[in-house]
């Protein structure tokens, strides 16, 4: 039961209340009509007690349900391919998709080089790769933006979700140490990092 129903059931069950009370309270004269308003208190107290108090505990039992990410990345078993500067490499991510029911992910790729100074990489995989649930390798292609320094890097990615039922927070993979080369094929125009 959601939310929206339980409030909708509460919100509807109060109102029949009300009018039925309204009933009681304008439908009768003297005695019966004393008889009526305790009976209507009692009805008040006790069932709409219980209803609300039904109603609150199905609400914190959903709330309590984490369906937990929609992805995770291990610890090890990552590898990336020592890449030029303005050339593609190979990263292979070892993951472990859990749920099915997130959609498609959107995944960017940055690589940390000299310094701290951060780069996005455009990768061979486009948005929208929607995984089976299991443990696997996903490998693709990355592109070492001419920007980067020659010497040392680290590739990572997140990943989010946004069409998944909870909306979580990026998802990021480790941070993975590489070896950014020169540029042996003159791709990277002059004037560039270096």
């Given at each position: 039961m959601n939310l929206k129903h339980i409030i909708a059931t509460?919100?509807?069950?109060?109102?029949?209340?009300?009018?039925?009370?309204?009933?009681?309270?304008?439908?009768?004269?003297?005695?019966?009509?004393?008889s009526a308003i305790e009976r209507w208190d009692l009805l008040a107290e006790e069932d709409v007690a219980r209803i609300v108090s039904e109603a609150l505990s199905e609400v914190a039992e959903d709330a309590e349900v984490d369906l937990g990410?929609?992805?995770?990345?291990?610890?090890?078993?990552?590898?990336?391919?020592?890449?030029?500067?303005?050339?593609?490499?190979?990263?292979?991510?070892?993951?472990?998709k859990r749920r099915d029911d997130c959609g498609s992910p959107l995944v960017t790729a940055v690589i940390?080089?000299?310094?701290?100074?951060?780069?996005?990489?455009?990768?061979?995989?486009?948005?929208?790769?929607?995984l089976p649930v299991g443990v696997q390798d996903i490998p693709y292609?990355?592109?070492?933006?001419?920007?980067t320094?020659?010497?040392d890097g680290e590739l990572y990615v997140s990943v989010t979700y946004p069409t998944a039922p909870d909306r979580r927070a990026p998802v990021y993979s480790p941070s993975i140490p590489f070896e950014i080369l020169a540029d042996r094929a003159g791709?990277?125009?002059?004037?560039t990092a270096e």
């Amino acid at each position: 039961m959601n939310l929206k129903h339980i409030i909708a059931t509460i919100s509807a069950t109060v109102s029949l209340l009300g009018l039925l009370g309204a009933g009681f309270l304008w439908g009768f004269d003297g005695p019966l009509r004393k008889s009526a308003i305790e009976r209507w208190d009692l009805l008040a107290e006790e069932d709409v007690a219980r209803i609300v108090s039904e109603a609150l505990s199905e609400v914190a039992e959903d709330a309590e349900v984490d369906l937990g990410p929609c992805l995770v990345f291990f610890d090890a078993g990552h590898s990336v391919q020592d890449t030029p500067r303005g050339d593609w490499g190979e990263v292979s991510w070892l993951i472990d998709k859990r749920r099915d029911d997130c959609g498609s992910p959107l995944v960017t790729a940055v690589i940390k080089n000299h310094g701290g100074i951060l780069h996005r990489a455009p990768l061979s995989i486009g948005d929208g790769i929607n995984l089976p649930v299991g443990v696997q390798d996903i490998p693709y292609l990355f592109l070492v933006p001419c920007a980067t320094y020659q010497g040392d890097g680290e590739l990572y990615v997140s990943v989010t979700y946004p069409t998944a039922p909870d909306r979580r927070a990026p998802v990021y993979s480790p941070s993975i140490p590489f070896e950014i080369l020169a540029d042996r094929a003159g791709l990277c125009p002059e004037g560039t990092a270096e």
